[in-house]
């Protein structure tokens, strides 16, 4: 899942534990998330709020990120979610890496409250991705996203 270098280091040198936070407050905030899905579309740092694995990987095509505005609002109208490999409930995907025939993805389930991974066939998964990717209006300009953490407290302590 991470992107690394040829002799298997991180690439981009972001601390590990940067990660793991993310993923932790993504999987114990997500109902929160979604439930302010609206607030985070309208204002755009939170839109383009950057999660690590909020990405799509197509082999020779490239890696595209999808901010975090597009994940919630697809997760609020039930799209990008995949069966839970844990708990056999609906889990939310975060990004995917792979082929049509065969690809990963990475999510995080409301019910174990965790990220969660699995493997899935066929385009449907893969082309909602491509649909958020292209829906993201990521040429919108160079606005620095915030942190998943700076957009929890953001939502949280203003108006
Ligand atoms: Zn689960």
Same mark, same amino acid.
């Given at each position: 899942?991470?992107?690394?270098? *040829?002799?298997? @280091?991180?690439? =981009? +040198?972001? !601390?590990? #534990?940067?990660?793991?936070?993310?993923? #932790?407050?993504?999987?114990? =905030?997500?109902?929160?998330?979604? #439930?302010?899905?609206? /607030?985070?579309?309208? #204002?755009? %740092?939170?839109?383009?709020?950057?999660?690590?694995?909020?990405?799509?990987?197509?082999?020779?095509?490239? *890696?595209? &990120?999808?901010?975090?505005?597009?994940?919630?609002?697809?997760? &609020? &109208?039930?799209?990008?979610? +995949?069966?839970?490999?844990?708990?056999?409930? @609906?889990?939310?995907?975060?990004?995917? *890496?792979?082929?049509?025939? +065969?690809? @990963?993805?990475?999510?995080?389930?409301?019910?174990? /409250?965790?990220?969660? @991974?699995? %493997?899935?066939?066929? !385009?449907?998964?893969?082309?909602?991705?491509?649909?958020?990717?292209? %829906? *993201?209006?990521?040429? +919108?300009?160079?606005? !620095?996203?915030?942190?998943?953490? &700076?957009?929890?407290?953001?939502?949280?302590?203003?108006?």
């Amino acid at each position: 899942m991470f992107q690394r270098h *040829s002799k298997g @280091r991180l690439a =981009n +040198a972001e !601390p590990f #534990d940067q990660v793991m936070e993310e993923n #932790d407050l993504l999987a114990k =905030n997500l109902e929160f998330l979604v #439930d302010n899905a609206r /607030r985070i579309v309208e #204002d755009p %740092r939170l839109y383009h709020c950057r999660l690590h694995f909020g990405f799509l990987s197509l082999p020779r095509l490239g *890696s595209w &990120q999808i901010p975090l505005g597009r994940l919630v609002s697809s997760w &609020q &109208q039930g799209g990008l979610m +995949a069966g839970c490999p844990r708990c056999g409930g @609906r889990a939310c995907v975060v990004g995917a *890496s792979g082929l049509l025939g +065969a690809f @990963r993805w990475w999510g995080v389930c409301p019910e174990c /409250r965790a990220v969660v @991974r699995g %493997r899935g066939r066929g !385009p449907s998964l893969l082309w909602q991705l491509i649909e958020a990717r292209i %829906r *993201s209006g990521a040429s +919108a300009g160079p606005l !620095p996203g915030l942190t998943v953490s &700076q957009a929890l407290f953001r939502l949280a302590y203003t108006p």
